[in-house]
């Protein structure tokens, strides 16, 4: 087992002790080969079975992934790329880091739902001014409390965002492609095709869900048309699952009351975007994930899937087409979306 510990992009390693643990996890099973740069990772690549992280480039894992049978992401399903769904269909076993994260992408989603819905943004400006701004502010707050939050999130993190809104006293509407509800905390499930409908009902909405082919442009111009005037939305998912252009235009009609927004279409976000200046829009660096202790939870995740991988048993937070499925509308609905 070659274990990838080197991003070029975000610059970070696992420390030493972090990698014995998986050593010990896998024991006289499997070898951990620590990969600290892009070009010893393809060296060792060749015979390896078992990877965990995944920065390589589609051309690299083409050529060199042939014979790996587990992939193990170090982040959640929304870094699942179109190479990933296709080693999926030639049989390689891919898991993420999904029940990690939830817990925080949930608590940054209840950060910015409840900072736009209370004006914290509003009174904060105000506090650089050293402005007492009482009855700018009051008029423009509104109440979570009694009010219906649409989520299009699938899985653990969903979950994890519907417990803390009901919480709140919300009414929880989810969109699915399966119409039941398997959600403890979820009060309606809407088809996913139907997703014009969960725009009209909500107060606000809630996109934490990776972006694949199913899910890119999911809410574009047509969904801000329909909405309903005075939304909210939070987006802590995958940049282009919002289409930004559309969003934007929203903003400055003032259909869309305001943004929080985690993640975009092109990142690091361009110091050009009008995003970062728009008075009812909230940037954070895609940081929803981050957790002082992101790498030991995930490590004990990896050590348990190891030996699940090695025993045969099923491994948490497998990536599953079924998974997938919930993803997607229904082919003959999807093109009245």
Not at 219 to 235: C, E, S, T, Y
Request: glycine letters at 8%; proline letters at 6%.
């Amino acid at each position: 087992m070659t274990l990838a510990v080197f991003n070029e992009r975000a610059r970070w390693s696992l420390p030493e002790g972090l990698v014995d643990r998986l050593r010990d996890a896998a024991g006289d099973r499997a070898q951990i080969r620590a990969a600290t740069t892009r070009a010893q990772l393809l060296e060792q690549l060749p015979g390896t079975d078992y990877l965990v992280g995944f920065p390589l480039t589609d051309e690299q894992f083409a050529q060199q992934g042939g014979e790996l049978k587990w992939i193990q992401l170090t982040g959640s399903g929304g870094d699942l790329t179109p190479t990933l769904i296709g080693a999926m269909d030639r049989g390689v076993r891919i898991t993420s880091a999904a029940s990690i994260r939830a817990p925080q992408v949930a608590e940054h989603a209840m950060a910015l739902l409840l900072t736009l819905f209370r004006r914290l943004d509003l009174t904060m400006r105000a506090q650089t001014e050293h402005r007492w701004a009482s009855t700018d502010v009051a008029p423009q707050i509104r109440n979570l409390s009694g009010a219906t939050v649409g989520l299009i999130a699938v899985g653990c993190i969903g979950q994890e965002i519907a417990q803390r809104l009901k919480a709140f006293g919300v009414t929880v509407v989810a969109t699915r492609r399966d119409p039941s509800n398997p959600y403890m905390y979820v009060d309606q499930v809407v088809p996913t095709e139907r997703i014009n409908d969960l725009m009209e009902m909500c107060d606000a909405i809630i996109v934490a869900t990776p972006r694949i082919p199913a899910t890119d442009d999911l809410i574009g111009a047509r969904q801000f048309k329909v909405m309903r005037p005075g939304m909210v939305l939070i987006d802590v998912g995958r940049g282009g699952v919002v289409n930004q252009n559309a969003m934007l235009d929203a903003l400055r009609r003032g259909r869309l009351a305001a943004a929080g927004l985690d993640v975009f279409a092109t990142e690091p976000l361009p110091p050009a975007s009008p995003l970062w200046t728009m008075p009812n829009v909230i940037v954070t660096p895609h940081i929803s994930a981050a957790s002082p202790h992101y790498w030991e939870h995930a490590v004990e995740v990896i050590a348990t899937n190891l030996n699940r991988m090695l025993s045969g048993e099923p491994m948490i937070d497998e990536i599953t087409h079924e998974w997938l499925d919930q993803l997607k509308p229904r082919k003959s609905e999807a093109a009245s979306r």
